[in-house]
């Protein structure tokens, strides 16, 4: 079994800044892309961030210039730092990650149970 757990979130005033964490455990033998989504009420779920095993990262053009992502590898974790924080940032946030469970099995997506991040205008 795999479960990825998401820690963090919180409220914050706009402008200010909050991170997020996520750990995946459990049987794994690789992982491969991690990243964040987002989903604000009466809303889809959007991307926010991801990041590749090899640490090359990807945005939302909404989110670029203020948010951060970042990984451990070894610890099999991932993470966002939000700066600047906007009230329409306002959304749970849902860790992802791309996980091999054995060595010659195929990937699949696993997903966190989200956190909540409130920002107050």
């Known amino acids: 079994q795999v479960q990825l757990v998401e820690s963090g979130g919180g409220l914050v005033q706009a402008g200010g800044s909050l991170s997020v964490s996520c750990a995946a455990s459990?049987?794994?033998?690789?992982?491969?892309?991690m990243g964040w989504y987002r989903q604000a009420p009466g809303k889809q779920r959007e991307l926010v961030a991801t990041?590749?095993?090899?640490?090359?990262?990807n945005y939302a053009d909404s989110v670029k210039g203020r948010f951060t992502i970042s990984r451990d590898n070894a610890k099999n974790t991932v993470a966002l730092q939000m700066n600047s924080l906007k009230p329409e940032d306002t959304a749970v946030y849902y860790c992802t990650a791309r996980i091999r469970i054995r060595i010659l099995g195929k990937e699949n997506d696993y997903w966190g149970r989200g956190t909540q991040v409130t920002v107050s205008s």
């Open positions: 990041i590749s095993s090899g640490g090359v990262s």
């Open positions: 459990g049987t794994i033998f690789s992982i491969n892309a």
